[in-house]
């Protein structure tokens, strides 16, 4: 069953706090995503990575980084969180580039008071 | 670069009306296109991949349409029940950039 996993699922940090959201893979997939999600806005890209340690900034990267080290695992973090940094976030993955089908994770809902 | 607005943002509608979900997009290159479905609290899951080459596209209790000449990609859920009930995203694609993602719709279907 193909899966996209993601820990913590919940989250409270306080703001200055470093944060680090996880993503796991089980397809074997190349390309992996991470969005975040605020209300009215949609889903908007962060961060994208092609494979190990290919990654390319996506629309809204500032306050962020990425790792990734294993192509079934792809890491979001946040050094020295900020409240504005406040949403959900999502990872998702496709086998390859552009028109294949992104398979989305649960969700990490994060707070920074 | 491409553009892609999704209307409207709410919907109400009784349960077995249909509800029709549009997005336009800017970029005539754009040839693959996506439809999402969000249950409440939960991940988006795939309910329809189309291509450029099919303008009407049928799945379980909906229709997406292609308009080509006016860059309108539609969702149409026919005769909507209950657990239809969820946030609908369009998403935009070409060769060469990330997909591009509607602002979303929140349907409720009342019984």
């Known amino acids: 069953d193909m899966k996209v996993t993601q820990m913590p699922r919940y989250l409270i940090k306080r703001m200055g706090e470093n944060v680090l959201l996880e993503c796991g893979q089980d397809?074997?997939?190349?390309?992996m995503y991470w969005y975040r999600q605020d209300p009215g806005l949609g889903l908007q890209l962060i961060y994208i990575s092609y494979d190990v340690d290919s990654n390319s900034e996506g629309d809204i990267p500032k306050g962020y980084r990425v790792s990734r080290k294993k192509r079934e695992h792809f890491s979001l973090i946040l050094d020295s969180a900020k409240t504005n940094q406040t949403s959900v976030y999502f990872c998702?993955?496709?086998?390859?580039?552009?028109?294949?089908?992104?398979?989305f994770g649960p969700g990490t809902r994060l707070l920074v008071l | 670069g491409e553009q892609v607005e999704q209307r409207p943002p709410h919907l109400s509608v009784r349960e077995g009306d249909s509800a029709f979900i549009t997005c336009t997009y800017t970029d005539p290159n754009s040839y693959y296109f996506f439809w999402y479905k969000q249950e409440p609290g939960a991940s988006l899951q795939l309910l329809m991949k189309v291509f450029s080459s099919t303008e009407i596209n049928e799945g379980q209790g909906f229709t997406v349409l292609l308009n080509k000449k006016d860059k309108r990609l539609s969702l149409n859920l026919t005769a909507a029940h209950p657990g239809d009930s969820a946030a609908y995203f369009c998403a935009v694609g070409q060769g060469g950039r990330a997909l591009i993602f509607g602002t979303g719709t929140t349907v409720s279907v009342s019984p």
């Open positions: 397809m074997s997939h190349e390309t």
């Open positions: 998702a993955s496709s086998l390859g580039q552009n028109q294949d089908t992104q398979y």
